[in-house]
């Protein structure tokens, strides 16, 4: 039986449509650069991303912003933070309506259209450490179909810090997560009635205070999907 050979991804170095300065003579810094990214050491990690966003390679290299691209999962959050704004940055046009090379934002799409869960509870920690985040966050989420049932399974993990749920509430209505409205609505509906409940019969159980801090903002990403 004949097979078909399996394609092969090969990423270009450098794709010459916006070149750097004495390129060439840069690829030593670059490669030294790229392999503290490798490092299990932190501040290894950071000084190699802030070589290879001095020298620019991220915007011409295709496998440097790749390299790039897989730090979003790094376990420093100050690293995960910093990713987040290269990698929007890369996606996003800038203020003058400029992108980097095809290739390069074709790259770094590929690569957030699979991200996981674990990457998707990664950036809300970023967004709740850091409020700025969150419009680049915005944009990184665009690109996965997958995030909205990732944040509705994040939402209902009760065991999840209630900032992290929260946050994840935020988002869902914030980029337009539809498939999640109906977690949203069951999970609203059984606080609200819980919560109700206490009004009603002074002896059932208490409810949780964490859970009823969640209906705000289940109430406005609720409202927000139905406008949609």
Request: glycine share 4%; charged share 20%.
């Amino acid at each position: 039986m004949d097979t078909e050979p399996i394609p092969i991804l090969q990423l270009p170095l450098f794709v010459y449509g916006e070149s750097v300065t004495n390129i060439v003579e840069l690829f030593p810094t670059v490669w030294k650069a790229a392999e503290g990214l490798t490092s299990p050491v932190s501040v290894t990690r950071q000084r190699g991303l802030d070589a290879l966003l001095e020298l620019g390679a991220h915007r011409v290299s295709p496998l440097v912003a790749y390299m790039i691209a897989t730090c979003v999962n790094d376990p420093d959050i100050y690293i995960r933070r910093r990713i987040v704004f290269v990698l929007a940055d890369l996606i996003a046009s800038d203020s003058n309506g400029k992108h980097p090379p095809e290739e390069v934002r074709k790259v770094v799409s590929n690569y957030l259209h699979n991200m996981n869960e674990a990457t998707v509870f990664g950036l809300i920690e970023v967004a709740v450490a850091d409020q700025q985040t969150e419009k680049s966050i915005y944009h990184l989420f665009n690109i996965c179909p997958y995030v909205g049932r990732y944040l509705g399974e994040i939402l209902t993990q009760w065991k999840n810090p209630l900032p992290i749920r929260q946050k994840a509430i935020y988002f869902i209505g914030l980029v337009g997560y539809l498939e999640a409205l109906p977690v949203l609505e069951r999970l609203f509906n059984r606080l609200e009635a819980r919560q109700n409940g206490q009004f009603v019969m002074s002896f059932a159980p208490p409810s949780i205070k964490s859970d009823d801090d969640l209906l705000p903002y289940l109430r406005i990403a609720i409202n927000q999907l139905s406008a949609r």
